[in-house]
T-cell receptor, first 114, second 111 residues
Framework: NAGVTQTPKFQVLKTGQSMTLQCAQDMNHNSMYWYRQDPGMGLRLIYYSASEGTTDKGEVPNGYNVSRLNKREFSLRLESAAPSQTSVYFC?????????????FGQGTRLTVV | EDQVTQSPEALRLQEGESSSLNCSYTVSGLRGLFWYRQDPGKGPEFLFTLYSAGEEKEKERLKATLTKKESFLHITAPKPEDSATYLCAVRTNFGNEKLTFGTGTRLTIIP
């Protein structure tokens, strides 16, 4: 069982470059999320998708865009990368249909913007 | 605004020395409190969900408890493989899709 798969695992960008972080889950989950993790800040929600075809802003959406390509895939795009976006990015998913279910996380993408 | 505070930031224990990690929260309408374990370079791994005050859950050497203001993760006779960062998160009635995380406790078990 792959669970939640993120690509790439590592990336270095120059300021102003763009890139897309990919995420796919094979658990048939409805809800998918993008978080960033910074030292001393905890995990913070960037964007989420409660179901296929919908996306909503989280706590720190500025500078990012997302696409829920289908039920399995949820991508995060940085249009013009800034050093402040240096972070570790995690994708997560959960069933989200009923109850208070836990989220499952991918292994993360470590992004450095120079 | 929902707040989650974990203490201590870091904890070093000898193998077999039991202790507790604390997660205090201030939220409007707790829907669930989650504990995760995170190893270096990896994503958080789910441990427990607690829904209401008085609830307890156990898994191997770990036991999680919940009151109206805080949760404890008790570690009994820990082993070196229990070394990790332990994260606490809450989901509320008003931010249903959002998990608010604490900054974690970095636990080191010394053989």
């Amino acid at each position: 069982n792959a669970g939640v798969t993120q690509t790439p695992k590592f990336q270095v960008l120059k300021t102003g470059q763009s890139m897309t972080l990919q995420c796919a889950q094979d658990m048939n989950h409805n809800s998918m999320y993008w978080y960033r993790q910074d030292p001393g800040m905890g995990l913070r929600l960037i964007y989420y998708s409660a179901s296929e075809g919908t996306t909503d802003k989280g706590e720190v959406p500025n500078g990012y865009n997302v696409s829920r390509l289908n039920k399995r895939e949820f991508s995060l795009r940085l249009e013009s990368a800034a050093p402040s976006q240096t972070s570790v990015y995690f994708c997560a998913s959960r069933t989200g249909t009923s109850g208070n279910t836990e989220a499952f996380f991918g292994q993360g993408t470590r992004l450095t913007v120079v | 605004e929902d707040q989650v505070t974990q203490s201590p930031e870091a904890l070093r224990l000898q193998e077999g020395e039991s202790s507790s990690l604390n997660c205090s929260y201030t939220v409007s309408g707790l829907r669930g409190l989650f504990w995760y374990r995170q190893d270096p370079g990896k994503g958080p791994e789910f441990l427990f969900t607690l829904y209401s005050a008085g609830e307890e859950k156990e898994k191997e050497r770990l036991k999680a408890t919940l009151t109206k203001k805080e949760s404890f993760l008790h570690i009994t006779a820990p082993k070196p493989e229990d070394s990790a960062t332990y994260l606490c998160a809450v989901r509320t009635n008003f931010g249903n899709e959002k998990l608010t995380f604490g900054t974690g406790t970095r636990l080191t078990i010394i053989p």
